[in-house]
Structure formats: structure tokens, C-alpha cells
């Protein structure tokens, strides 16, 4: 058992010093598993304050990847905005439960990859907008369903929001969330 441990503390480590922005299933639970068993035992142990910042960076960027894959371009962008103000000293005091930036949202927006991607997809929102929500535009606006009531679902509240302001502005149609 305290190999496993220590293969596991390895792993966290090198998690640590791993210069890509994504993570695996394997090592997502190595991570899980460390802050588990350190939160059991001794916390001075400095691998279970790194699982705890590897999994919040992780896990940060995973809410980011699937704002912009299911919500809309500008829901993400609001998002890198709020991983931005967590990562700033003097808005985090406002922001955080510590008042104190957060390292995860400081990594992720330090990332050169993360800040390409944050630029393709202003670039996206400017010229195209997000197609899931271009084709749901196209349906809602079609003749067949111009005059009827229409219901849509959306997983998250701020695509919601966010829908309701375009469709009051662009077409007048009365929504709610």
C-alpha cells in the first residue's frame, strides 16, 4: 500500500511539471485517489496541496472546453474572463474564498495554447458565431416555425441568458429562462 502511495505521489508530481492542458482517465483518478488519502491522513504533505491545485486546473479547463463546445463563443469568453479575475490579486480578494488569486486559473491563462484558443474563438464569435447556436437561430426564424411557440432546452443557465438577450433584441420574441 505505501507503494501504491508512493507511485501515486510520483504521478501527481510529474502531473505537476507536465507542460500540456490535458489529462488523462488514469491520471485524473491518481489525482482523486491522492487527495482521498491525504485528506484522511496528514495534510503538511505538500503532494496533496499539488493534487488539490492539478485537479482544479483539470477540471477548470474541462468547464471551459465544454462552455465552448456546447454553450455559445461568448458564455466561453466570459468564462476565460472569470478564470482571468481569479487569477488577478487585486479582483480575486473580491472573488475567492481566500481573497487570494487562484494557481490554477493563474496557469491556465498564462498558457500560450490557452490564450490562442481564446483568440480563435473571439475571431469565431466576430465572423461566424457558434454553429449550434447559428442552426438553432436558422430553425427558430424558418417560415414553418416563425408563428409558433417554440420550447428550447439548454444545459447551462448562462447559454440560457444568453439566448434570451439575442432573441428579445435581434427579433422581439418574448422569452424566458
Not at 499539488?50 to 461568448?74: D, F, G, P, Q, V
Request: some cysteine; charged content about 30%.
Amino acid at each position: 500500500m505505501k507503494d501504491d502511495f508512493a507511485y501515486l505521489k510520483t504521478l501527481v508530481k510529474r502531473l505537476g511539471e507536465k507542460k500540456g492542458i490535458s489529462c488523462t482517465q488514469e491520471e485524473l483518478k491518481a489525482i482523486e485517489m491522492v487527495i482521498n488519502w491525504k485528506w484522511r491522513g496528514n495534510k503538511n504533505d505538500m503532494a496533496f496541496y499539488n493534487a488539490i491545485s492539478i485537479s482544479a486546473h483539470y477540471n477548470k479547463l474541462h468547464i471551459a472546453y465544454r462552455k465552448c463546445l456546447t454553450c455559445s463563443y461568448e458564455v466561453f469568453l466570459e468564462y476565460a474572463q472569470r478564470l482571468k479575475d481569479e487569477a488577478d490579486p487585486i479582483k480575486a480578494l473580491e472573488l475567492t474564498e481566500t481573497g487570494k488569486p487562484i494557481k490554477a486559473s493563474k496557469r491556465i491563462i498564462e498558457d500560450l495554447r490557452f490564450q490562442k484558443i481564446e483568440n480563435l474563438v473571439r475571431q469565431a464569435k466576430d465572423t461566424e458565431g457558434h454553429p449550434k447556436f447559428k442552426k438553432l437561430e436558422e430553425l427558430l426564424v424558418s417560415p414553418g416555425m416563425k408563428h409558433s411557440i417554440k420550447i428550447v432546452f439548454v444545459y447551462e443557465v448562462d447559454t440560457a441568458h444568453y439566448f434570451k438577450q439575442h432573441f428579445q433584441q435581434l427579433y422581439g420574441l418574448k422569452t424566458d429562462v
